[in-house]
């Protein structure tokens, strides 16, 4: 049976006559009389006995007044439920972010969601870029933050890029070594390194390469403190993105910008249309203006 004449079935059966209902619903009587009774053929029978009084319920029409209230109830807890999703009184957004973003864009782009929708949450789970590209396109999140080395990711259509900024990568040396305040070729040559993620690491192999020698690989962390903590150490010598320098900066390391190791591109990832629901764009919408911000202040 159409949904729709048991929705107007209920507005005679509670206003009590065809006219009434009528008027409630901006119709003619004729109308709703020629949906009732199309109603009725549906149904095999008379749902309302028509008085000069109005209408009465049969047993039919009493039983399908019980089934249509229960229709009308959950029709109007969802136009409610909609409702806060479109205004942002509530919803969920499922977040991905590589860990130096994780620490720096991440916390203050959420708490400006909070601050203006407190009725919209976030989840939040840390993952290098391959893996969270992944969740997106299985929808386990809904957006993440992902980088690529010396350019936007490779666009193959699967999902949406929106660029945030582009990030400089930079040496860092122990203040307690001998650097020389001119770091060369033949110099970094000869220095252990400490490598990070599988991506960083074969970025750092190609830039080292590119640059005419083969670095000397003797740690791997994807930490980045346990990275600067190794170099402060002097037990190696790294390249880092600035994001990573923002989270965390250790009082012992040189830091130094360093062309020759290309520089990082930061966005974001969704899936097509994921942008057009209202609390996911409002996080993507102040992660924005956090790099923004970030930016127009350094």
Avoid at 172 to 188: C, E, M, N
Avoid at 239 to 250: E, G, I, N, S
Wanted: contains cysteine; charged residues 20%; aromatic residues 4%.
């Amino acid at each position: 049976m159409d949904p729709r004449r048991v929705l107007l079935f209920r507005a005679v059966a509670r206003s009590g006559s065809l006219s009434a209902a009528a008027r409630d619903l901006g119709t003619t009587q004729s109308a709703v009389s020629q949906q009732l009774r199309q109603l009725e053929r549906e149904v095999g029978g008379p749902l309302l006995v028509r008085t000069t009084r109005g209408t009465t319920l049969t047993e039919a029409g009493t039983a399908l007044l019980a089934r249509a209230d229960v229709v009308h109830s959950a029709l109007h807890h969802a136009e409610e439920e909609l409702g806060a999703l479109a205004d942002l009184r509530a919803g969920t957004v499922r977040l991905a972010a590589f860990p130096s973003a994780a620490a720096t864009l991440v916390p203050p782009a959420v708490r400006a969601l909070h601050r203006d929708h407190a009725g919209v949450q976030v989840t939040l789970v840390e993952t290098e870029p391959p893996e969270a590209w992944a969740a997106v396109l299985a929808g386990e999140v809904d957006v993440a933050l992902v980088f690529a080395y010396d350019g936007p990711p490779v666009d193959d259509g699967s999902l949406a890029w929106v660029p945030l900024h582009v990030e400089p990568m930079h040496l860092v040396l122990p203040i307690a070594g001998s650097a020389p305040a001119r770091v060369g070729t033949d110099w970094l040559a000869e220095q252990g390194w400490v490598a990070g993620c599988e991506r960083c690491r074969q970025h750092l192999l190609a830039c080292c390469r590119a640059a005419g020698f083969e670095p000397r690989l003797l740690h791997e962390s994807d930490d980045y403190v346990v990275v600067q903590n190794l170099v402060a150490h002097g037990l190696g010598v790294t390249v880092l993105p600035d994001l990573a320098l923002r989270a965390f900066r250790h009082p012992e390391v040189d830091v130094r910008r360093s062309r020759a190791f290309g520089e990082r591109h930061v966005g974001m990832v969704h899936r097509s249309g994921a942008d057009g629901v209202p609390a996911i764009r409002a996080l993507m919408e102040r992660l924005q203006a956090g790099v923004t911000a970030r930016r127009s202040s350094s």
